[in-house]
């Protein structure tokens, strides 16, 4: 594949990397100073776009990109409450995309234990649940996509939460996300459900940032050559798809 990077930060670098790695071109680094050279860039027979920048820029990265007819895999989060509108381009243009908060092929299959286990709980309100997320400090949102993507799951479960929260409250149909920004830490996420009689939890802890380059890598192989909104459960094989979060947040 050839490959334009949009954002070239930490997981720019780490993506460029995995893709060299594995016999890929990168035709092009796009960042804050040269956001012009993407229509040159493609120009030059791109294959696909993997986009990784910020809130802020994001969803523009990713409508370029559509619009240049370039297929787009895109780890940004904070942004989703546009990703409807970024969804309706993407079939007007007949182009391809992928979304994730998280491209790790363990927080993957750890979206799809929480999946599972919050079904189990909802039918169990003895237990109160919470979720928390620790990432290093300049990761820009609060909380973390991964982290709303598992209380996402937990609220569609039809437990006793009805929706998810950044801060802590009475209301005990509340879910709470706890976000800590301290070094060095990749991404550590917990779901714990607490009674009176004992706890049960379930972790994730990335210990270095090739995780999530190598998935990037492994969802842009699936996406090339195909039309349409996917998944990482598609990537993956992982059967239905939960809808991506953005539009519940309070």
Not at 156 to 181: F, M
Request: charged share 20%; proline share 4%; glycine share 8%.
């Amino acid at each position: 594949m050839r490959i334009i990077l949009v954002g070239y930060g930490k997981m720019g670098k780490a993506i460029e990397v995995a893709a060299l790695a594995k016999g890929h071109q990168i035709s092009a680094r796009i960042d804050l100073h040269n956001t012009e050279d993407l229509q040159e860039a493609m120009a030059r027979s791109a294959d696909i776009a993997i986009e990784f920048t910020g809130p802020g820029s994001a969803y523009e990265n990713v409508c370029r990109c559509l619009e240049l007819g370039l297929p787009v895999v895109t780890g940004s989060t904070g942004w989703l409450e546009h990703y409807g509108d970024a969804i309706a381009l993407c079939h007007q243009r007949q182009g391809a995309l992928i979304h994730a908060s998280n491209f790790s092929i363990g927080v993957n299959i750890f979206f799809e234990v929480n999946r599972q286990l919050s079904r189990l709980m909802a039918a169990h309100p003895a237990y109160d649940v919470q979720v928390s997320e620790v990432h290093h400090t300049q990761k820009k949102d609060a909380p973390s996509g991964t982290a709303i993507r598992l209380a996402e799951q937990i609220v569609q479960a039809e437990g006793v939460k009805t929706r998810w929260t950044d801060h802590q409250t009475e209301n005990p149909t509340d879910l709470y996300i706890e976000s800590e920004r301290r070094e060095p830490y990749p991404g550590l996420h917990r779901v714990r459900y607490r009674s009176t009689i004992d706890e049960i939890e379930i972790s994730h802890n990335a210990l270095r940032r090739d995780g999530f380059a190598a998935g990037a890598i492994l969802a842009a192989e699936f996406l090339v050559g195909r039309k349409g909104v996917f998944s990482m459960k598609d990537v993956l094989g992982l059967g239905e798809e939960v809808p991506s979060p953005g539009n519940a947040q309070p």
